[in-house]
């Protein structure tokens, strides 16, 4: 019997990263599904979950060239992947909904490209619906316990 799930209905993952290396295979295995190019993502976790370490190997396996800072300070990073812009967000300090406005985040949202957020719930009011959800917990031996969910078709497909 075929089975149709409602649109709504959320599939979800768990992984387990061991070491740094399992975390770069992880985010390469994302990078091989074309849609990655318009996918929002969402990275929650504590400091020093693994979040940014997450998104630099996921913009380097989309060809991102070059030094990939961390957004902090600036909110937001923009990158080259090959054949598409990726914009790699850090909300931990966004506390002005103002803000948002001079940032041009709205801009960004409406274009092209990957977007890859840390901290969205600091700005969750201002954000689109997140194709994909990662949730990286680290453990006390250091591996990570790590929850991906997709909200969306496109998001679903990423996880496939
Ligand atoms: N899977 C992993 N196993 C062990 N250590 C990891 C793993 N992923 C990341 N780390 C280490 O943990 C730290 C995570 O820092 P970072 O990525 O900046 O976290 P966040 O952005 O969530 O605050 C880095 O020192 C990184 O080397
Ligand atoms: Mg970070």
Same mark, same amino acid.
């Given at each position: 019997?075929?089975?149709?799930?409602?649109?709504?209905?959320?599939?979800?993952?768990?992984?387990?990263w061991?070491?740094?290396?399992d975390t770069?295979?992880?985010?390469?295995?994302?990078?091989?599904?074309?849609?990655?190019?318009?996918?929002?993502?969402?990275?929650?976790?504590?400091?020093?979950?693994?979040?940014?370490?997450?998104?630099?190997?996921? %913009?380097?396996?989309? @060809?991102?060239?070059?030094?990939?800072?961390? &957004?902090?300070?600036? !909110?937001? =990073?923009?990158? +080259?992947? /090959?054949?598409?812009?990726?914009?790699?967000?850090?909300?931990?300090?966004?506390?002005?909904?103002?803000? %948002?406005?001079?940032? @041009?985040?709205?801009?960004?949202?409406?274009? &092209?490209?990957?977007? !890859?957020? =840390?901290?969205? +719930?600091? /700005?969750?009011?201002?954000?689109?619906?997140?194709?994909?959800?990662?949730?990286?917990?680290?453990?006390?031996?250091?591996?990570r316990?790590?929850?991906?969910?997709?909200?969306? &078709?496109?998001?679903?497909?990423?996880?496939?």
């Open positions: 019997m075929k089975v149709t799930l409602p649109i709504l209905e959320t599939a979800t993952r768990t992984e387990r061991r070491t740094e290396e770069r295979a992880s985010a390469a295995r994302l990078a091989r599904h074309p849609c990655i190019a318009s996918a929002f993502i969402e990275l929650q976790g504590d400091l020093g979950a693994g979040k940014t370490t997450f998104t630099r190997h996921l %913009l380097r396996a989309l @060809g991102v060239q070059g030094r990939i800072k961390s &957004p902090t300070y600036t !909110v937001v =990073e923009p990158h +080259e992947a /090959a054949g598409f812009p990726a914009w790699h967000f850090d909300f931990y300090r966004f506390d002005d909904p103002r803000e %948002l406005e001079d940032a @041009g985040l709205r801009d960004i949202f409406a274009g &092209p490209g990957l977007k !890859v957020a =840390e901290w969205p +719930e600091k /700005a969750a009011a201002a954000l689109p619906v997140a194709d994909l959800q990662v949730r990286i917990e680290a453990l006390a031996n250091d591996e316990n790590v929850t991906i969910t997709a909200n969306t &078709p496109l998001g679903e497909e990423l996880l496939a």
